[in-house]
């Protein structure tokens, strides 16, 4: 009887036990802060560190695909008429960027590396043979030379004479090959001689393969996990007209912290841009069966500086700034007329794309984007889509350029895209199903609770029924919490031990 009562009484101090510990557990949520502060510790970028040799070593194969506008009414174009272009294109590109050299600084805190780029052609990806496709577009060396002389009478009549013995004009048709990777260009091999600080050659990848953007330090995240993977200090130039413009903020798009919010603002420095720019939470997603935020820059990062007035530094001079979507980034590019935006002036003013015949942004294509794996920051998927375009107009004492309209003329997009690669994606599913389980094993507690408490009141309804339960012998608990023996608590009733349990760090403090 009194064995029975015990058992009894036992199933309910355990049941209540259960679920007082795991309800504490799950409102404390100290498993969760457990798995975070092991997040923090291990993306670091230390020798060793999960995330260290990928980050060295990406596994996951980077594309880059380039399309060209394709100038289809070249004649009529020349004399004043709206251009007309087709879009070609994908030409595509395997990506290798490892890092290379990289070092330790400042007592490792920060540590320093060179990422050299190659790219190697992939036939099957892509539309056609890059030495025969013949694009034809915008003397992109002829403007920017036009651009240099124009406040010299002397130089540009000069120029002028030149570009028309050798005849170039307005526009140049030239392979895929040569207009990516370079070629030698009449007029600047005329020049050359006289300059030779000028290059003979163009290409809008001009020995951009096999070499590097320049030195950049990282931040190796060991001192605060928010600035894991951020740029510390790049040896480029950049020469923006406000201190905020010319600051180099965020990481350069490869790493990101753990434990994203939806509402952070994610700051990513581009080599390319001259800039950094920031993303914004867009929507959920799910790519391979692994959750993910999508990150996606707004409309306010390329807005005009009536629209965004933090955007005043990045207008070369006063009078240059352009509208809504477009940088120009002629600062960086040794004075050429360069212009950046988004493919087909994506988010920009919609003057830019319906000055041109054959341009349709859409959300879909030309947007830019970013799928981090929002515990670990991981990146599982992302596209970075921009183009080149260059700045026309009627420049004196060039008569080639009388009929021309201010024009913002896109010449080339790119699309370079990521997706994880099936190991790295295995092996994140397996690290976020540890987490899920570890930062949930309290519930296990409270679902055995809520399963013991059916039983426990079935029991006492059971023996309230029988005659003989009211016990003359009194039942007494006694719990005891030996803290220096190995830290266990020991449930008696009658003398009866029913319960010796070790208690570890994390469930200790309960009781
Ligand atoms: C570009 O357009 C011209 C006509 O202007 C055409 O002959 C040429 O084949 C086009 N190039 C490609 C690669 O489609
Ligand atoms: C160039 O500008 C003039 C005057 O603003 C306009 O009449 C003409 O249509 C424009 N040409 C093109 C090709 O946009
Ligand atoms: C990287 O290190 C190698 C060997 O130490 C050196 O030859 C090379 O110039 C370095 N690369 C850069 C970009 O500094
Ligand atoms: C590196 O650590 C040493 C000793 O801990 C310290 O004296 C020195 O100032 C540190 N250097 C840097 C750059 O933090
Ligand atoms: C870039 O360089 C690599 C190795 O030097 C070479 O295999 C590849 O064909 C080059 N790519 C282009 C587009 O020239
Ligand atoms: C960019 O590349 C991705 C992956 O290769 C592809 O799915 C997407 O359609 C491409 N975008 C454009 C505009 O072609």
Request: charged share 20%; with cysteine; net charge neutral.
């Amino acid at each position: 009887m009194t064995r029975r009562s015990c058992a009894i009484y036992g199933v309910g101090i355990v049941c209540a036990s259960l679920l007082i510990i795991g309800i504490g557990l799950v409102v404390t949520q100290v498993f969760q802060t457990l798995i975070h502060n092991r997040l923090k510790k291990e993306i670091t970028l230390t020798e060793g560190s999960r995330v260290f040799e990928t980050w060295k070593n990406p596994p996951p194969p980077v594309f880059m695909q380039y399309f060209f506008f394709n100038v289809t009414n070249p004649d009529d174009f020349l004399v004043g008429a709206k251009p007309i272009v087709s879009q070609v294109g994908p030409y595509t590109y395997r990506e290798y960027r490892p890092k290379e050299n990289v070092t330790f600084v400042d007592n490792g805190t920060r540590v320093s590396a060179y990422q050299p780029k190659t790219f190697v052609f992939l036939p099957e990806r892509s539309v056609g043979d890059p030495d025969y496709d013949m694009i034809t577009t915008i003397n992109i060396p002829a403007v920017a030379v036009m651009n240099k002389v124009k406040d010299s009478f002397w130089k540009s009549s000069m120029v002028s004479i030149w570009m028309n013995s050798l005849h170039v004009g307005m526009l140049m048709t030239r392979s895929v090959n040569e207009l990516l990777w370079g070629f030698k260009d009449p007029l600047l091999s005329r020049i050359h001689p006289m300059n030779p600080e000028i290059d003979e050659y163009f290409g809008l990848m001009y020995k951009k393969n096999g070499s590097n953007d320049g030195e950049f330090v990282y931040h190796t995240g060991e001192e605060d996990f928010m600035n894991y993977g951020r740029v510390a200090t790049f040896k480029g130039e950049s020469l923006w007209t406000s201190e905020q413009s010319n600051m180099i903020n965020g990481t350069d798009g490869s790493a990101f912290h753990p434990l994203l919010s939806k509402t952070e603002r994610l700051y990513i420095f581009s080599p390319d841009l001259c800039r950094s720019i920031f993303m914004e939470f867009e929507k959920d997603v799910k790519v391979k069966g692994l959750p993910a935020y999508r990150f996606t820059p707004p409309r306010d990062v390329l807005a005009s500086k009536e629209e965004n007035p933090a955007n005043e530094g990045f207008c070369v001079s006063p009078k240059e700034c352009l509208g809504t979507g477009l940088l120009k980034v002629s600062v960086c590019r040794k004075g050429a007329p360069v212009v950046m935006s988004f493919p087909h002036f994506y988010l920009g003013d919609e003057k830019y794309s319906n000055a041109i015949e054959g341009l349709d942004p859409v959300r879909e294509h030309h947007q830019t984007y970013l799928d981090l794996n929002p515990t670990t920051g991981v990146p599982i998927r992302a596209s970075k889509r921009a183009q080149i375009n260059i700045l026309i107009n009627r420049i004196s004492g060039f008569p080639k350029t009388k009929f021309l309209n201010e024009t913002i003329f896109p010449v080339m997009f790119i699309n370079e895209t990521v997706v994880i690669d099936d190991v790295s994606a295995a092996k994140l599913h397996k690290l976020l199903l540890t987490a899920m389980l570890v930062s949930n094993s309290p519930l296990v507690l409270v679902g055995l609770g809520a399963i013991l408490l059916p039983v426990f009141i079935g029991l006492i309804m059971a023996v309230t029924t029988l005659p003989d339960v009211h016990s003359s012998v009194p039942i007494s608990f006694s719990m005891r919490r030996h803290r220096r023996i190995e830290n266990t608590v020991e449930l008696k009733c009658n003398g009866i031990l029913l319960l010796k349990e070790r208690m570890d760090q994390n469930t200790a403090w309960l009781l």
